[in-house]
């Protein structure tokens, strides 16, 4: 409808005023969603939320600092699919603004130092490159030299297509820098959002001392079409979200995101003595 069009007496809605949850169907006053750390006031559905956001909702005052932030995703198989992912991976530093899909950062969660790994899901789906990988790979090598409690936040499709075997080769790669902190006693806590699926479920997402999951949460390795089809058999309902998956004993616990920050400072009381 065109301003001459619109009828007189009408309220023009700012874009970004309003949101609609995509559970409940109920629009919500988006400053309303934030206060909640972007969950749904009527049914709790978990928005995505950046990584920066989550740095500010967990660590102590909001005070962290990022590191091995320099590394740069380059284009080795000089893949191209509908677009070439030199101009993909352009695109997703300018919506994201941030150069891949992972942020390191150290500060203190209840006054404990921590080593803390987020992904951006909206960078390229938070699919795990070779930079990717070698972020997350040197934080557990700066947890192990620097004896600091390792967390990381998992929300990604997995590998990313476009690096081929470059990509598979960092689920070795990072497993085998999580099992030195294993042999040393240093705790790696797990937290897997929506979704988290493929070859991060597949290594490091599952590989932790203690494995949380939001609530209602994507959690898998291949889609259940595909599953469907290899074991020629219906999934039950709710497979592969976060709930069904603890009730197997996949993983730990499923911890709101309001809840997330005074659990971790108990989990980590508990697993380390300084």
């Given at each position: 409808m065109s301003e001459d069009q619109r009828p007189s007496g009408s309220i023009?809605?700012?874009?970004?005023?309003?949101?609609?949850?995509?559970?409940?169907?109920?629009?919500?006053?988006?400053?309303e969603v934030q206060k909640l750390q972007k969950v749904c006031p009527k049914c709790g559905f978990h928005f995505y939320i950046?990584?920066?956001?989550?740095?500010?909702?967990?660590?102590?005052?909001?005070?962290?600092?990022?590191?091995?932030?320099?590394?740069?995703p380059l284009d080795p198989l000089k893949f191209k699919d509908r677009k070439k992912y030199r101009d993909r991976l352009k695109e997703a530093e300018e919506k994201t603004k941030v150069n891949e899909a992972v942020?390191?950062?150290?500060?203190?969660?209840?006054?404990?130092?921590?080593?803390?790994?987020?992904?951006?899901?909206?960078?390229?789906?938070?699919?795990?490159?070779?930079?990717?990988?070698?972020?997350?790979?040197?934080?557990?090598e700066k947890a192990l030299k620097e004896r600091k409690p390792l967390i990381i936040i998992s929300a990604s499709g997995g590998a990313r297509m476009q690096e081929g075997i470059f990509s598979l080769m960092q689920m070795a790669k990072i497993s085998s820098a999580i099992a030195k902190l294993k042999e040393t006693d240093?705790?790696?806590?797990?937290?897997?959002?929506?979704?988290?699926?493929?070859?991060?479920?597949?290594s490091y997402a599952m590989q932790g001392d203690i494995n949380?999951?939001?609530?209602?949460?994507?959690?898998?390795?291949?889609?259940?079409?595909?599953?469907?089809?290899?074991?020629?058999q219906k999934l039950p309902e709710?497979?592969?979200?976060?709930?069904?998956?603890?009730?197997?004993?996949?993983?730990?616990?499923?911890?709101?995101?309001?809840?997330?920050r005074e659990t971790l400072i108990k989990l980590l009381k508990l697993l380390w003595t300084p």
């Open positions: 023009r809605v700012p874009e970004g005023l309003w949101v609609k949850c995509k559970k409940c169907k109920e629009i919500i006053y988006y400053k950046s990584a920066r956001d989550r740095f500010e909702i967990l660590f102590d005052e909001g005070k962290y600092d990022i590191f091995e932030n320099c590394i740069i942020l390191n950062a150290e500060g203190k969660i209840g006054g404990i130092p921590v080593i803390l790994c987020c992904m951006e899901y909206e960078f390229i789906g938070g699919s795990m490159g070779s930079v990717v990988g070698e972020k997350i790979t040197r934080a557990a240093i705790p790696y806590i797990s937290i897997l959002t929506d979704p988290t699926t493929g070859g991060v479920t597949a949380i999951a939001e609530p209602g949460a994507l959690i898998g390795f291949a889609g259940p079409r595909v599953i469907e089809q290899t074991i020629k709710g497979f592969q979200t976060a709930e069904f998956l603890q009730e197997h004993g996949m993983i730990d616990m499923v911890v709101p995101r309001n809840k997330m």
